[in-house]
């Protein structure tokens, strides 16, 4: 029985290079809602969601509280508890609130920063396989090594919600 909610379909939103947060031209995806958790295990729920499809290196905790992206891997967050605000694409992106079920898909190069998080808040974070992760602070030096980066990173083998016929795939290769 699948845990991913019938017909699940991403948000998709392109933030801008703000000059310190690369971002990526490639879609940051939220899928509000999207897997159906199960209430005694929600964490190894969305751990096996990712692991099924591909993504592996999972971690528990949150998002940290200052800006930062990773410019050598794409990332996918998903939410096993509680709730928080998060800022996405940089001090210009835009804040998002993320719920147990939602699962957020970060081009490398997005910018991130959880601004107010429920006490109970727990993110599964995942890479694509062969991913090295680097946290990378918003500054001009980093910046300049980013854009470098980020265009050498390979598209992953399929989408962590929905499989090698997601929404990423469809998003990220048109």
Not at 65 to 86: F, I, K, Q
Not at 153 to 162: H, K, S
Request: net charge negative; aromatic share 8%.
């Amino acid at each position: 029985m699948s845990v991913v909610r019938d017909h699940a379909e991403p948000l998709a939103i392109v933030f801008e290079d703000d000059g310190l947060v690369p971002n990526n031209i490639l879609p940051f995806l939220v899928y509000q809602g999207a897997v159906k958790l199960d209430p005694k295990q929600p964490e190894e729920t969305v751990e096996s969601l990712f692991e099924e499809n591909g993504w592996s290196g999972t971690w528990r905790n949150g998002v940290f509280d200052y800006l930062h992206y990773h410019a050598t891997v794409h990332e996918v967050l998903g939410v096993a508890r509680g709730s928080a605000r998060v800022r996405f694409g940089g001090d210009h992106g835009r804040e998002l609130e993320i719920k147990a079920g939602d699962v957020a898909i970060l081009p490398a190069g997005t910018g991130h920063q959880c601004i107010k998080a429920s006490s109970d808040f727990c993110v599964i974070g995942a890479y694509p396989p062969g991913s090295k992760m680097e946290i990378t602070r918003a500054t001009p030096e980093n910046h300049a090594k980013a854009l470098k980066t980020i265009p050498k990173v390979a598209l992953p083998p399929a989408d962590p919600v929905t499989g090698k016929d997601g929404a990423l795939m469809r998003l990220w290769r048109s």
